[in-house]
Structure formats: C-alpha cells, structure tokens
C-alpha cells in the first residue's frame, strides 16, 4: 500500500533572518514563521491527514500543531527528522563561518556531500537518518496520509532520495520556509519506492517569502 507524506518545512525563525546556522539549536518562529504556519494550515485544511510527526525541535513542533490544531491529532516526535547538526557553526553567522572555516564553507557551498561538519554530522549522516524515520511512518501508516514536519538540509536529503539524485545534487533542491513536498511511498517486496508528486509548493505564503535572504540552513 502507498502513504501519503505531506512533508513541510517550519516556518521562519529570526536566525534564519538574520542568515544565522541555527541546526540542532532550538530556536523557535518568529512572528512571520508563525503567520507562514497559519497559512500553511490554511492551505492543507481540505487535506484528510491520519497522523502527524515532526523533528523534536520546537520551530517544526510549532509549525505542525498549527497545522494539526482542531484536527484531534497529537504531533509525534522524530529525533530522526531532526535538522543537521552543524556542530561548531551553529549559533553563527555566514559570515564568521566563511571568516573562520574559509575551506570548509566553500566546500560545502560548491560539494556538500564531502563536508564533516566541525563537531557536527555529514549530510549522508542526516539522510540515513531522515529515510529511516520516513519508512518507519511509511510503514506504520500504509494506506494513510500523514503530516511530516522538517527542517531544509533534511527535507533536502529526503529529496534526493526520493529523486535518486546523489547528495552532490543538494543545493539543486531549495526548500522556502513551510513549504509543501507531497511524497507517495509505497513498498514493493524488500524496497521502498517513493515518488514525488510536489516540492516546495508556497503558494500558501502569498508574499510573505519574498525578500529573505537563505544565507543559512
């Protein structure tokens, strides 16, 4: 049988502003990520959902409930789902990361894929992670329809795979705050077999997108 992801991004923080490495932080919405959530819940209020999950940080926490909220449905947590810990960077901005990792930034701008995060995870670290949480609900919930709420390094990662695209496609993918990914995954015999459907609809936003700058994850 085939379920049905309704995978989101949160909506905006002020270090995503501020074009500040938020990762493992928990750094919660700003206003406007709570008005792009409301909107989002707006948007997907004629979508049936069965369940929902998000990461354990408290942006994709906030984000989900508001989607969820007068549905009776509680939002399970997923450390799985959870962003990419940037170890050493996170807290700063792009631009003390570029000052002070020069080779390390650039690389992970230009091949991300062969980035060690210092202290932190490996891209192919966050996407072993993020398909084993996606099976797992997958799984639970065949034949269902299910909330799954994100972050952008790992809702990027779930991309690839489910476009069998290498992780060297990462920045390929761009992932705007709450926006929408429909995935339909189905399992044949011993594999699991997604397909996407839609990537980073946010029409729901109206304008509320427009003018900020994605220094950072």
């Known amino acids: 049988m085939t379920t049905t992801i309704i995978l ?13 490495y938020q990762g493992k932080l928990d750094i919660p919405l700003n206003d406007n990520g709570r008005e792009q959530a409301r909107r989002l819940a707006l948007g997907l209020a004629a979508v049936g959902l069965d369940a929902a999950y998000a ?3 408290a942006r994709a ?4 409930r508001m989607v969820c909220d007068g549905r009776k449905l ?29 080779n390390e930034f650039d690389a992970w701008k230009h091949w991300p894929h062969t980035v060690q995060m ?8 966050v996407q072993a992670r ?30 690839c795979w489910a476009s069998e695209a290498p992780l060297s496609s990462f920045w ?12 339909e995954v189905s399992r044949v015999r011993d594999l699991w077999v997604p397909r996407i459907v839609l990537m980073n609809s946010v029409q729901h936003t109206g304008a509320l997108i427009s003018g900020i700058v994605h220094k950072a994850l």
């Open 8 to 20: 989101v991004r949160h909506g905006e923080t002020q270090w995503n502003r501020e074009g500040r």
């Open 55 to 57: 990461s354990q940080l």
């Open 61 to 64: 926490q906030e984000t989900a």
């Open 74 to 102: 509680e939002v399970t947590a997923l450390p799985g789902l959870a962003e990419i810990n940037h170890g050493d960077w996170e807290g700063k901005l792009a631009s003390e990361v570029e000052q002070n990792w020069p």
């Open 118 to 125: 210092p202290g932190g995870e490996r891209l192919s670290e």
């Open 130 to 159: 993020a398909v084993a949480a996606l099976t797992a609900i997958a799984e639970k919930h065949a034949g269902q329809t299910v909330l799954v709420a994100a972050h952008d390094a790992t809702n990027k990662t779930l991309l």
């Open 172 to 183: 390929r993918f761009k992932q705007d705050p709450t926006a929408v990914n429909c995935l």
